[in-house]
């Protein structure tokens, strides 16, 4: 499902630990790291969509976590040229994505990636809450900036940065 202006709607799932800590999502046979993503499929509420990503791709249900908050609006990215999408429909040129934070309130060997035939990940670590800052694809680090600074304060972590927002 692609939008009028060529975005996918998607959300975007951070996970903390009681100490504030995000988990870091490490991608199948790669060295890229980042947080679970997913698109919101027609029909689907953004919430929806976050409960279903996240047995997907962590294999946590929703009583596995407490939703703590979202962001009030969308935040969106565009491909490099080398990753736009083209196909039989409209053509993807980016993400819109709407940000979950959720705290971890079931245990942490709950965690698992074969809820799924073609997992996603296959690692994990707990990381500061501006570590993600530092290692995600250039591309996408303005969104978890934007992100990252807006639900910081919904665990008492103080924002940080300049904040570059494309809310829509």
Not at 66 to 80: A, D, H, M
Request: charged fraction near 25%; hydrophobic fraction near 40%; proline fraction near 6%.
């Amino acid at each position: 499902m692609i939008d009028a202006d060529g975005f996918r709607p998607n959300v975007g799932i951070i996970v903390a630990n009681p100490a504030g800590e995000v988990l870091w999502a490490k991608r199948v046979r790669q060295q890229a790291w980042q947080f679970p993503q997913g698109g919101i499929q027609h029909g689907e509420t953004p919430e929806q969509a976050m409960i279903r990503e996240l047995e997907e791709e962590l294999g946590l249900s929703a009583r596995d976590v407490q939703v703590v908050g979202c962001t009030s609006g969308w935040l969106s990215y565009r491909l490099p040229h080398r990753f736009v999408r083209r196909g039989r429909g409209r053509t993807c040129i980016g993400q819109r994505q709407k940000w979950f934070l959720l705290r971890l309130v079931g245990p942490e060997s709950r965690v698992c990636f074969d809820r799924t035939s073609e997992p996603e990940f296959d690692g994990w670590r707990w990381v500061d809450w501006w570590h993600p800052l530092s290692e995600v694809v250039e591309f996408k680090r303005d969104v978890y900036r934007s992100a990252l600074n807006e639900l910081a304060p919904l665990l008492d972590i103080s924002p940080r940065g300049s904040v570059a927002f494309d809310v829509v």
